[in-house]
């Protein structure tokens, strides 16, 4: 006989999201949760640090599952601003769309977004990877540092400006690239690298070959002396 | 910060309910800015009735009548006069215009917060909620309605630095952001001869589309000559009376979200402001791209 799950189910209509919240950083937690009716909530399951299951059913605001960490949190809806920012480790997977800035300064874990992404989308990553099923904003890996943007859709301008040594797998067009973001070759090591990222988010039937790679040119790595006069 | 709400109907069925929605639009915002709020309502049978010219006053003294008498004499014509908080909402059998100059030539201190057919501007200081209450916005009717709630950031809090700003025939602006050139803008256009209420960032917006929409564009053109003219940060929402249009500037940080169904058009600074809403579940949501204008007509 297999193990009956237990469940236990939020309501934020009738349950503060100080208590909500509380209870998920609650030591040794472990099991699935469920919380309803978000109707748009900012800091919806933010710092969670437990190997749990969550589902939140419907649109968040701001921040949602900020700085988790084992967590695997499925949002059910869109999400606003800053999903997932700086998340540890775990998996954050967002069903509809998110606004800007998802997956923002994020260290590690897995961040998918099943929709578009807005503006900014992995700005300042640092180790998380993204991937996102539709479009990205602009300024999107803007100063991205480390980690991986796939983005099965578009983009708008200014892919990666300033982008340090994270790595952007793109299958549509960027309106624009920003400065010091090149294309760069497919070798098999991103093409099994992208399959992983692709099956891990569902898209295990994309074909690698019709991705591109972005990355920094490392021109903005040194300070030149000879144009001392420009800085 | 600041928040931001306007909301079109589509469906005559919802009519009825404009104000009590608008009010949970407006007051779930309340946390964005808290210290003036405003609402624009169109087509309330009760304060606008249909046919009448109609003028939103602030800070005018005296009591109804003598207000009433005073814009009366003026006019020729016997002038109706309704309080709602802050606001003295007057009403007359002539056009907005004819009404206005008489308003302003018996109050020449007042604040027009608005004027046109079907148009009623309620603004003034404190929290969106006791704001709401003062109106008795929830009992509103009509087919279209904006809101701000306001953080005060380049101007002083007082009535004129609430929005939204009406300063154009029928027409509202509202603004979620800070224009930074708006001082020189200001002085370009009041040596063209447009008159300011307030050293308001949005009032230029404001005077600045109405002056193109007053020489013949259209608000799609006025919008985006504002894109080319502005700097700053900016999600917009002028709406006039058959229409309502959004845009944001270039970077777009300031947030907007869209949401529409065969009943209604929608847009909040945040969704949690659509989230009630009839119908919502199945809404068509979206945030606006920078620098695109969003418009929809009745």
Redesign the interface.
Known sequence: MDAVTEVTTFDLRTDSLRDVNAALHAPGLEGEFVIAHPAGAHNVAVGIDAPVKLTVEGHVGYYAAGMNQQAEVTIDGNAGTGVAENMMSGTVWVKGNASQSAGATAHGGLLVIEGNAAARCGISMKGVDIVVGGDVGHMSAFMAQAGRLVIRGDTGDALGDSVYEARIYLRGTAASLGADCVAKPMRPEHHEELGRLLKAAGFEHDDTGDYTRYGSARNLYHFHVDHAGSY | MCGIVGLHLRNPALYPRLGELLTGMLCEMSNRGSDSAGVAVYGDPGWTPPGRGCVSLLEVDGDTESISAAVSSVLGAPVQVTVLGDTHLLTADVDSAALLAAAKTAHPDALVAGFGADLAVLKGVGDPATLTRSWGLAGAQGWQGVGHTRMATESAVTPSGAHPYAVGPEQCLVHNGSFANHATIRRELRAAGVQFDSENDTEVGARFVAARLAEGRDVETALKDLCATFDGFYTLLVSNRDSFAVVRDA???K?A?IAETADWVAMGS???????LPGVEHAA???P??EVVYAWTR
Do not use: D
């Open positions: 970077i777009a940080c947030p979200v945040e969704y949690r402001a659509l989230s009630g949501i979206w945030e791209e920078p």
